[in-house]
């Protein structure tokens, strides 16, 4: 069952005319992980925005991104307002800024949730516990009193998901979702992920820069270039046999990056020798 369609999306700026993403479709299944890939300023981060409603009011987008029925791109006000944030989440790239530093984790999260969800304070308090519960967080009443400074990124980024994950919502979106984490959190994280995908079916729009974790996570991949799309399809055929020349150099790059790392460690262990 398709949960999400996006038909020709164009994004403009209208002050300079420029074009900054052109021609993007794309189907997303129910249960099922889209991730999108290409170089810095490609525009990954405009097509996640356009999608929620959320980019910024001198671009103008064209096309369609159908939910439920629902044209996105013409949704407006208590219509968006009623999608965003409850049926569609989004999951930033750095955990400390989608946390207030003066209050602590607990409030914040029960905050949002009587919020969407309509509850009292005291059973948003329940919720919080029982979601960090939910999602193994070791002494899950201690991380509810602290202040966001005082939790590593990976642990700020594992109650971000838990608030997205107590709305049940239908799709996630995440922008970068490890790549402000040090690799121990970026696993703790990307677990995250994958339990999300086994466990509660909601289909998962992500960019990454991390080849290795699109392969780990995604079913169907969009591999953008200049604000348009060269390559789309599903991630085992994309890795396997990639049809577009940058595709292929995406990928070469990453196993050049991965010798480097093996190389530079190897030199690394002989000098320590
Ligand atoms: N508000 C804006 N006004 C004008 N141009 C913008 C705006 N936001 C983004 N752009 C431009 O749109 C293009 C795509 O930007 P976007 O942030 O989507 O790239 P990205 O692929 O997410 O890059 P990165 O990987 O570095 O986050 C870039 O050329 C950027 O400069």
């Known amino acids: 069952m398709v949960v999400l369609a996006m038909q020709n999306l164009v994004i403009r700026d209208f002050r300079t005319k420029a074009v900054l993403v052109n021609g993007i479709n794309f189907t997303l299944e ?10 810095s300023g490609s525009g990954k981060t405009v097509i996640l925005k356009a999608i929620l409603g959320l980019t910024n009011p001198s671009l103008e987008a064209s096309g369609s991104v159908f939910f439920d029925g629902i044209d996105l791109l013409q949704a407006k006000g208590e219509m968006i307002r009623r999608i965003r944030g409850r049926r ?7 955990p400390l800024t989608a946390f207030d530093p003066v209050y602590t984790i607990g409030n914040q999260m029960a905050e949002t949730l009587c919020e969407h969800l309509q509850i009292s304070k005291k059973e948003a308090m329940k919720r919080s516990l029982f979601e960090l519960q939910r999602m193994n ?11 966001p400074h005082q939790l590593s990124g990976g642990m700020l980024q594992r109650c971000m998901i ?8 239908e799709i996630i979106i995440a922008d970068e979702p490890t790549t402000a984490l040090d690799s121990i959190n970026q696993n703790e994280v990307l677990a995250e992920f994958q339990k999300i995908r086994k466990e509660y079916r909601t289909s998962l729009i992500f960019v990454s820069h991390d080849l290795k974790i ?3 996570l995604a079913d169907y991949v ?3 270039k200049d604000g348009k799309q060269v390559e789309y399809g599903r991630a085992e055929d994309i890795f396997s ?3 577009h020349e940058y595709t292929k150099y995406l990928l070469n790059s990453r196993d050049k990056v991965t010798e480097a790392f093996i190389k530079a460690m ?3 262990i002989r000098n320590n020798d």
């Open 137 to 147: 967080i070791g002494e899950p009443l201690d991380v509810l009193k602290k202040y």
């Open 162 to 169: 838990a608030i997205v994950m107590a709305m049940k919502p």
């Open 214 to 216: 699109v392969q780990s």
């Open 30 to 39: 129910r249960n099922s992980c889209l991730a999108i890939v290409g170089e």
């Open 266 to 268: 190897s030199l690394g």
């Open 88 to 94: 569609i989440c989004m999951i930033l790239q750095d």
């Open 222 to 224: 969009l591999v953008l």
């Open 241 to 243: 046999h990639p049809k």
